[in-house]
């Protein structure tokens, strides 16, 4: 937040009235914002996720996977049973063309005991026991 702060007052002291508005518009230019916008066949408007201008729009439908899940009442391990799902997303950042993508078939796999010893991350104190999988339909 504090370097947030500082771009700001950096640019009101290098630049005019004008440019300044413009200037702080594009600060957060970085980002790129997706939601799900259709859900098994039926519009819907479900979660708000963020990524990087330099990740690609199948990160953000692994990311909105979760809310996806969550939307269905599903926590933890239980997205497991959720099974395959079709969704599209679409971009709504400020100044895009909200472009629409997809549709994803996602589900969750759940690692098998070989591969959660390679899913253990901190010296063993983070586990991860499954992973999003998200492919074009």
Do not use: C, W
Not at 35 to 43: G, H, M, Q, T
Not at 88 to 116: A, C, M, W
Request: glycine share 6%; no cysteine; charged share 30%.
């Amino acid at each position: 937040m504090s370097h947030l702060i500082s771009q700001i007052e950096n640019i009101y002291n290098t630049h005019n009235t004008y440019n300044i508005q413009k200037e702080i518009m594009s600060i957060d230019t970085e980002k790129r914002h997706f939601r799900v916008v259709e859900l098994d066949n039926r519009k819907t408007s479900i979660g708000e996720v963020t990524i990087s201008n330099k990740a690609s729009p199948s990160d953000a439908a692994k990311k909105l996977l979760r809310s996806i899940a969550y939307e269905k009442g599903l926590k933890g391990n239980k997205k497991i049973s959720m099974g395959q799902v079709k969704y599209s997303i679409q971009e709504f950042t400020r100044g895009s063309k909200n472009k629409v993508f997809g549709p994803y078939i996602g589900h969750y796999y759940k690692y098998n005991d070989e591969e959660l010893k390679r899913a253990t991350i901190a010296n063993g104190k983070i586990k991860y026991n499954m992973k999003a999988i998200v492919k074009l339909a």
